[in-house]
């Protein structure tokens, strides 16, 4: 949660494309934690399915959807990476007036 | 193609149809969920794709012919995430369309268009990708409340956790995303910008069907997920959703009036149009929603198409420069004037019987207030037709900048002629309209 609030403010704060950009993907890094934490099963162990082990385990979904969610925000970045090269080659600079 | 929406939804029984991806059962894997609405939908949408490029074969010249070929690849994967956002039902699913639909707008807004454009598509990026952010968490707390990301199943077990608060924390923020998505008022700002600076085949596209696809989303999640109870009143989201639209409808109208650029005045009146929509949710009024998107995809996607060819064939959207454009293109600019008028919502457009039909609502829950602003922004909205009409009507003709005409576009033409004839017979046939809405609530 603290992840994602800092993203946020850095977001919102910074006049520099590049530093949203920045903010952006700390903020997506925060609710993939977000994500991870929630799966967590007090004692629970590796979801491999072994009948040697019994118990609880930890729920394996949160993090597959984690995977979507990286690639997500891995593809994000790219396009705004792309749309700040074309900033600064139009306007040259990546400072927003 | 038009008639398949209206036949599907007059001749169909209350059929579902679910295709459940891989044979996994729905518990654990993907499902799709074709019901009669998100059908008439994507179809719609895909009979708004197809217009656009028959009618807008010049301004595809606008971009060159290398990104041409990628132009349309990438648009083609966005009318298929679109769909999968109609179509889906499971929420980590939902997200996924969503993400896929917006990076594909991210990029074609960038492509063409004014030299702005670039900056508008990363500010649309910088703010859809918070508002995605918030649907994920939300669906994060839905699913930590529920255990299950198919719908259907959130709906069966839905007394065992609705009184949670991690639900109810889940389902603010993800219609609070989805509001932003759709460009309710507060945060309208992208959807100006953005329609101001692209290019203007992706304009007609995207300003007719995108942000009606999100608010489809909240009204199917509201109407057939949440429930409206829960959310309208228990949460108290009725009156957050009221005040926005409220606001809205009054900001847009009045904007709206003072720009002197066509592709900002219809950008304003988008944002007052998607007002109405969200007034329409808060009251519980679902069926007037639906009419009200459709009537303005229509609309909408209408005035775009003449924005379009009068910028093809005049090379400005500067209303300044339009003057007396009704004695040189007497064709387009009647048929303008017809759009106008059922964006406003005169007699005999579909936007009258949406309009109407709202109101009727209003007045059924005694919420003076509501219609009060509706009658209000409406007499702004004529204003504004007015000041659009006489312009091209009858202003005196100064400084008139000519690009040399090559001959009328047939095809853009009839194109906007059925769209509007469309429209028109829409306006007449108001019983018709009433019963093919209450069939799919």
């Not at chain 2, 198919?150 to 603010?172: E, H, L, Q, Y």
Request: charged residues 10%.
């Amino acid at each position: 949660m603290a992840i994602i609030c800092i993203g946020l403010f850095c977001v919102l704060s910074s006049r520099n494309y590049f530093k949203q950009l920045i903010g952006l993907t700390v903020l997506q890094s925060g609710t993939i934690l977000f994500f991870i934490a929630m799966a967590k099963v007090a004692g629970g162990r590796v979801p491999i399915l072994n009948p040697a082990n019994s118990g609880p385990i930890t729920n394996p979904l949160p993090h597959v959807l984690m995977l979507t969610a990286i690639v997500v925000g891995l593809a994000t970045l790219a396009v705004g990476l792309a749309l700040l090269m074309q900033i600064q080659k139009r306007f040259g600079s990546v400072e927003d007036k | 193609m038009c008639i398949v929406p209206i036949y599907l939804l007059l001749n169909s029984t209350q059929q579902v149809i679910t295709y459940d991806f891989g044979g996994w059962s729905s518990l654990i894997g993907i499902q799709f969920k074709l019901t009669q609405l998100s059908l008439a939908v994507a179809s719609l949408i895909s009979f708004i794709a197809l217009l656009t490029h028959l009618s807008c074969k010049q301004e595809a010249g606008d971009v060159n012919t290398f990104s041409a070929v990628l132009f349309s690849a990438v648009l083609l994967i966005l009318i298929a995430g679109l769909c999968g956002i109609v179509f889906t039902n499971d929420f980590f699913n939902l997200y996924v369309f969503i993400e896929i639909a917006s990076l594909t707008t991210y990029a074609l807004v960038a492509i063409g268009g004014d030299k702005a454009a670039v900056k508008a598509a990363f500010n649309y990026l910088i703010v859809g990708t918070i508002a995605a952010t918030f649907i994920l968490i939300g669906i994060g707390y839905i699913y930590a409340a529920s255990g299950t990301l198919n719908m259907d199943d959130f709906v069966d077990r839905f007394d065992t956790f609705k009184d949670a608060r991690a639900t109810r924390v889940g389902i603010v923020l993800m219609l609070g995303g989805l509001m932003v998505k759709a460009g309710l008022f507060p945060l309208h700002n992208w959807m100006v910008y953005v329609y101001k600076t692209t290019n203007s085949f992706f304009l007609t596209f995207t300003g007719s069907v995108s942000a009606k696809v999100y608010a489809l989303v909240i009204i199917k999640l509201i109407y057939f997920v949440f429930t409206p109870d829960l959310v309208l009143h228990i949460i108290g989201l009725k009156k957050v959703i009221l005040l926005c639209g409220l606001l809205a409808i009054s900001i847009g109208a009045i904007t709206a009036f003072y720009q002197e650029d066509l592709r900002s005045f219809l950008a304003f009146s988008s944002v007052s149009q998607i007002g109405y929509t969200f007034i329409a949710i808060a009251i519980g009024a679902f069926s007037s929603a639906v009419i009200l998107m459709a009537a303005h995809v229509l609309t909408a996607s209408a005035c775009f198409m003449i924005c379009a060819y009068i910028h093809a064939y005049k090379g400005t959207y500067e209303l300044k420069k339009l003057y007396k454009l009704f004695e040189e293109m007497p064709y387009i600019s009647l048929l303008f004037i017809i759009n106008i008028a059922s964006l406003v919502g005169i007699p005999l457009t579909a936007g009258f019987i949406s309009k109407v039909s709202l109101v009727l609502t209003a007045l059924d829950q005694k919420a003076w207030i509501v219609v009060g602003l509706i009658v209000l922004s409406t007499f702004m909205t004529l204003l504004y037709g007015y000041k659009i009409s006489r312009t091209l009507l009858f202003s005196s003709n100064n400084g008139r900048t000519l690009r040399s005409m090559s001959g009328p576009d047939i095809c853009a033409l009839s194109v906007v002629t059925v769209i509007t004839l469309i429209n028109i017979s829409i306006g007449l046939m108001f019983n018709h309209v009433d019963i093919i809405a209450s069939k799919i609530f």
